[in-house]
């Protein structure tokens, strides 16, 4: 007995002392032969990723704020995980997210994983694997493609108009958050299947499933640094979400739309359906049967959804924010758009908004100041990269195959290149051409933003229509707004 149990603690140690004596010998690698090991940062974060793990997962996403601080105390590029180097020098973001014909940017695993929308395009990891899968959508977000929405977006800011009337006659505080989600994503839904949730209908403008979206966009750190939660989470049966996750309930129910529609739209006879619906068009591509599986579609449904919901609500939060916050700014806007439309009620049309410098410098400053995607946009190179830090006199070399990313919050508030980075003054957008140069807010490159003119449409034109109707709120009488304080934001 007594040698059985002086066995099991002699087995206990070593075992202990072995994985100690790997932490001890990883963490030593991780500082001093690893390739990254010159890049400059915290020593902890170039330890462990259990330092980013605090800051994303223990206080919720918080990791691009300590990068910000990183970048200020470090230079233009820093180590922030044992495998992983971040930028903030627009000078260099052509080289990190080049031109499909210049060189391959492959998409991190991980990155998926955290999507939970495995298959997915942005899940997709390699370069020509994802060409092929975004080639078959590409075609949708065209110029001329999203022109012939113009009356599907103009009748979707009608019904916003509508809602806030009814709000006005029955005395309903209405917030404007859900109002544009609800906006943004009836239109995005009926452009993929020819059906939607019509939100814009629901009394509570579908609040139930985008804060289940908001629920899942934060478990994504879990899911990135822990993948096997966020593949329970997919492949949880009803039962188990409707009594142990009833946040994320409504975005499960949802899933199952997606398959049922991307089944519908499958078997339909409808050649418009074919034709004029986004997964009309994916069923019928060239992409490969393993390419159009059920699952695969309701994923990249997801993806396309997710990503064109809450990014334009967001923009057009923060605009009307800022807009009714700087009156001055909001009366050179608004002068613009009464040349243009002269009529307070009518939802102008794209032709009129086309050319109006000022009012679309509004929108570019908006997402500048408050970027709809706040994650660092993860790429990896299949070949090294090499980057001259000027300041320092430094030159490092990011091997291939090391996880590299920015963040346009960080980047879009950097002094050294827009001065009085926190101010919202649209004119020197209007004239300075050149700061576009450092403009990350729909990223860059292949995988940069497919939705870029939906969202500038869908944005612009309500936009308007919003300013064109309503007066800030100074105890006048008629159509206005009330800005509430920063931290409540726009209600
Ligand atoms: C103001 C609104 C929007 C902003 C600021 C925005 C921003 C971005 C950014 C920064 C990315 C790159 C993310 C990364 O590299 O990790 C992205 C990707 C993407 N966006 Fe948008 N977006 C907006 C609206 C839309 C809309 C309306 C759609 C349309 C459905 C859309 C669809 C997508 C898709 C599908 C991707 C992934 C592209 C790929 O992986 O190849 N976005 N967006």
Known sequence: MYQADDFKLKAVS?????????????????????????VPGPRLAALTSWYEIYYDVWLGGQYFRSIARMHKKYGPVVRISPNEVHFNDPDFIDVLYPGAAERKTNRPVMVGKRSGTPDSMTATEDHDMHRRRRAVLNPFFSVARVRKLEPVIRQHADKVLHRLEQASISGEPMEMNPLFKAYASDIIVQYAFGDCFHFLYDPQCGKPYFKAVDMFFALNHVFGHWPWIGFLVRIAPGWVMRNFGPSLREMWEKKLWWITKVREVR????PDRVKSTIFGGVLNSTLPDEDKTDLRLANETQLVVFAGEGTTAHTLTAAMFELYSHPTILATAKSELISANPHPTAIPTFAQLDGLAFFNAVVTKTIRLHPGVVNRQWRYSPEPIVYRDAQRGAEYVIPAGVTYGMTPTILHRTAEVFTDPGAFGPQRWVENAKLSRAFMGFSRGPRGCIGINLARREISVLLASLLRKYELYAGQEGCTFEVLSQHEGVK
Request: proline share 3%; net charge positive.
């Open 14 to 38: 070593f075992a202990g002392t072995v994985v100690l004596g790997y932490a001890f010998c990883l963490g030593l690698y991780r500082l001093t032969l690893h390739p990254l090991s010159k």
């Open 267 to 270: 078997n339909s006879n409808d």
